[in-house]
């Protein structure tokens, strides 16, 4: 034990101030190796904690179908299926608010007005009237649904962290599941107008 503190106190003494004065040091094969002594905890139950991998973040969006190595089913990549399911939800929302929307705006009676009315804006109406309240309150209705579709900078923002979701919990989809996605998103936006009274 005496001899590994002696070579342990030399190396200390000795300070390098270049890493070329240790390249220079000779090399000498009966060195004695530095052992430390074991070291023995004294909690047998001690917790070694890792810190957790940082989550994969996906920045763009990516285009390729995934093959699972064991089955010779295709999926649709994290970045295809999230797109999916923004613009299905976009377009749920832009056909379904808007009905929503009109009813509770618009009553019965109204309704058949303002199907009635000269919308173009070249009737002019007499001001106070019936039919120029409502045409006031149809502008200001537009006005509300012309902002409910996403837009350009909240698709991307929606699918990036879609596909991030939709990574972490490795919901796969098939070429099938985005198709029957995709359709049921027309036709009940197609269908909306049928549910009208």
């Given at each position: 034990?005496?001899?590994?503190?002696?070579?342990?106190?030399?190396?200390?003494?000795?300070?390098?101030?270049?890493?070329?004065?240790?390249?220079?040091?000779?090399?000498?094969?009966?060195?004695?190796?530095?052992?430390?002594?074991?070291?023995?905890?004294?909690?047998?139950?001690?917790?070694?904690?890792?810190?957790?991998?940082?989550?994969?973040?996906?920045?763009?969006?990516?285009?390729?179908?995934?093959?699972?190595?064991?089955?010779?089913?295709?999926?649709?990549?994290?970045?295809?299926?999230?797109?999916?399911?923004?613009?299905?939800?976009?377009?749920?929302?832009?056909?379904?608010?808007?009905y929503l929307l009109e009813n509770k705006t618009f009553k019965g009676e109204e309704l058949e007005i303002l199907d009635n009315l000269d919308k173009t804006g070249q009737t002019i109406y007499p001001a106070g009237s019936k039919e120029a309240i409502l045409l006031v309150r149809w502008k200001r209705y537009q006005d509300v649904i012309a902002k409910i579709p996403f837009n350009t900078a909240e698709k991307r923002r929606l699918t990036l962290a879609t596909a991030n979701y939709v990574k972490t919990i490795d919901l796969k989809m098939t070429p099938m599941q985005t198709l029957l996605m995709a359709w049921s998103e027309v036709i009940i936006k197609r269908s909306t107008p049928f549910f009208k009274d």
């Open positions: 034990m005496t001899k590994v503190k002696k070579n342990a106190q030399s190396i200390t003494e000795t300070t390098f101030t270049d890493i070329s004065d240790v390249l220079r040091q000779p090399v000498s094969s009966t060195s004695q190796l530095l052992t430390e002594p074991e070291f023995e905890p004294e909690n047998d139950t001690e917790t070694v904690f890792e810190p957790e991998p940082e989550p994969e973040v996906i920045t763009e969006v990516e285009t390729i179908t995934q093959e699972p190595e064991d089955s010779d089913e295709v999926f649709m990549s994290h970045a295809d299926t999230a797109s999916t399911i923004v613009e299905s939800i976009d377009g749920l929302q832009s056909s379904v608010i808007p």
